[in-house]
T-cell receptor
Framework: AQSVTQLDSHVSVSEGTPVLLRCNYS??????LFWYVQHPNKGLQLLLK??????LVKGINGFEAEFKKSETSFHLTKPSAHMSDAAEYFC?????????????FGTGTRLKVLA | ETGVTQSPTHLIKTRGQQVTLRCSSQ?????VSWYQQALGQGPQFIFQ???????GRGNFPPRFSGLQFPNYSSELNVNALELDDSALYLC????????????FGPGTRLTVT
C-alpha cells in the first residue's frame, strides 16, 4: 500500500523568502504524485503533478517540486513567497488498488506568510 | 470548459436525517470521486464512480451511498446522519484520457446538529 507523509503541519515564512514544504511517500510502484492547495473555505486546486516524466516539475504560481526516488520525496518549493500563498497544501499519491485508482492525501501543511 | 460544480454550498441537518449532495463533473470527465474533509484534516476518500458503477470505496459505512448518472454527474447520499458527519464534502472529477489528476469542486459544507 502507498502512503504519504507531510513532515510539517505548519510552516511560517516571511514574504519574499523561499518556501519549502516537505513530502515523503511510500510506494511499491512508480507513483503519480500531486500537490494541491486549499485556500480557506475553498475546494482544492491542482498546483502540479509528477507522472514519471521529468523529475523536476513546474507548476502554477511559481511553485515547483522535485521527485527524488532515492529519498522517496516530493518536496514543494517556491523561490519567493507571496502573501497570497498563505493556504493549506496537500501532497497526494495515486494508488492502484483493487482494480481502481485511489488518491491518498497527506495530512496537510498550513503555510503562513508574514509581512 | 466547465469546471466541477457542487450543490448546495452549505447545509444544516439534524442527527438521524438523510442528506443528498450533488456534483456535476468537468466537461469530458467520466469518473467522479467523493471525499470527506473534517475540520483541520486532509480529505478522506469515500468512493468513486465510473460509468455509473461504484468502482472503489474507502473506509466508510454503507449509510454513505452514491449514484452516477449518464451525463456523469453524481450524488452522494448519507442516511442516519451523525454529528461526526459534519464536514466539507468534496467532489472530484477525472478522466484517464485527460491525465491522472483530479479536479475538485468547491465543496458542500454539511453541519449536523
Amino acid at each position: 500500500a502507498q502512503s504519504v507523509t507531510q513532515l510539517d503541519s505548519h510552516v511560517s515564512v516571511s514574504e519574499g523568502t523561499p518556501v519549502l514544504l516537505r513530502c515523503n511517500y511510500s510506494s511499491s510502484y512508480s507513483p503519480s504524485l500531486f500537490w494541491y492547495v486549499q485556500h480557506p473555505n475553498k475546494g482544492l486546486q491542482l498546483l502540479l503533478k509528477y507522472t514519471s516524466a521529468a523529475t523536476l516539475v513546474k507548476g502554477i504560481n511559481g511553485f515547483e517540486a522535485e521527485f527524488k526516488k532515492s529519498e522517496t520525496s516530493f518536496h514543494l518549493t517556491k523561490p519567493s513567497a507571496h502573501m497570497s500563498d498563505a493556504a493549506e497544501y496537500f501532497c497526494v499519491v495515486r494508488e492502484y488498488q483493487s482494480g481502481t485508482y485511489k488518491y491518498i492525501f497527506g495530512t496537510g501543511t498550513r503555510l503562513k506568510v508574514l509581512a | 470548459e466547465t469546471g466541477v460544480t457542487q450543490s448546495p454550498t452549505h447545509l444544516i441537518k439534524t442527527r438521524g436525517q438523510q442528506v443528498t449532495l450533488r456534483c456535476s463533473s468537468q466537461s469530458g470527465h467520466n469518473t467522479v470521486s467523493w471525499y470527506q474533509q473534517a475540520l483541520g484534516q486532509g480529505p478522506q476518500f469515500i468512493f468513486q464512480y465510473y460509468r455509473e458503477e461504484e468502482n472503489g470505496r474507502g473506509n466508510f459505512p454503507p449509510r454513505f451511498s452514491g449514484l452516477q448518472f449518464p451525463n456523469y454527474s453524481s450524488e452522494l447520499n448519507v442516511n442516519a446522519l451523525e454529528l461526526d458527519d459534519s464536514a466539507l464534502y468534496l467532489c472530484a472529477s477525472s478522466s484517464q484520457l485527460a491525465g491522472p489528476e483530479q479536479y475538485f469542486g468547491p465543496g458542500t459544507r454539511l453541519t449536523v446538529t
